[in-house]
Nanobody
């Protein structure tokens, strides 16, 4: 069963940046797809960014142009660089395989963007 540990969240002002990191117990460079997900307050968890084994990336429209997903196979980490943050980016952020296996979620990392 994959184990995932997210870190890097915090409180930031509108327009600021954060860099989230996820340590995985699998070789992230050989997984078909890895993704970052988020759960805003009172809402469901949804995928926001995906990176394929070949390095192709996909983003939902709300983060396109502001967020960048990447992997480091040597460190088994998945990173999410978040720039130009907005209050609506406030959420708990998670990484996982895509699609996520059952019962595989880490604890997530909280991001709060103040206006």
């Amino acid at each position: 069963q994959v184990q995932l540990v997210e870190s890097g969240g915090g409180l930031v002002q509108t327009g600021g940046s954060l860099r989230l990191s996820c340590e995985a117990s699998v070789n992230v460079s050989s997984v078909d797809k890895m993704g970052w997900f988020r759960r805003p307050p009172g809402k469901q968890r949804d995928v926001i960014a995906i990176i394929t084994e070949g390095g192709r990336t996909h983003y939902v429209d709300s983060v396109k142009g502001r967020f960048t997903i990447s992997t480091d196979g040597a460190k088994n980490t998945v990173t999410l660089q978040m720039d130009d943050l907005k209050p609506e980016d406030t959420a708990v952020y998670y990484c996982n395989l895509f699609p996520p296996p059952p019962h595989s979620w880490g604890q997530g990392t909280q991001v709060v963007v103040s206006s």
